[in-house]
């Protein structure tokens, strides 16, 4: 509970009272930086999440670099497989 002292007529001064609330509420910011600075779980996903964007970025790169080549390929490779297919 908060202190703050009384002047006649048992009103606290605002003043000393607003002090304690603001001092409370950043120590309690304070712990909650404290607790995630040391909580690794975070972290442990970003770096995943990190990961997987890598790769997913290495393959459509791969694509868009292989994609004619290997569209030609197989191109030739069925009409191979047709030419040999009609000719016996």
Known sequence: MLWAPRV?????????STHLTF?????VMLQIVRKAIRDNK???ALEYALL???IFA????????LGPKLSSAFSNLGSTIL??????
């Not at 290495?58 to 670099?65: E, Q």
């Open 58 to 65: 290495a393959i459509i790169g791969a694509t868009a670099a």
């Open 8 to 16: 006649a007529g048992g009103t606290a001064i605002q003043g000393r």
């Open 83 to 88: 030419l040999r297919d009609n000719g016996t």
């Open 52 to 54: 997987a964007g890598l």
């Open 42 to 44: 975070g972290v442990a």
């Open 23 to 27: 001092c409370r509420r950043v120590i």
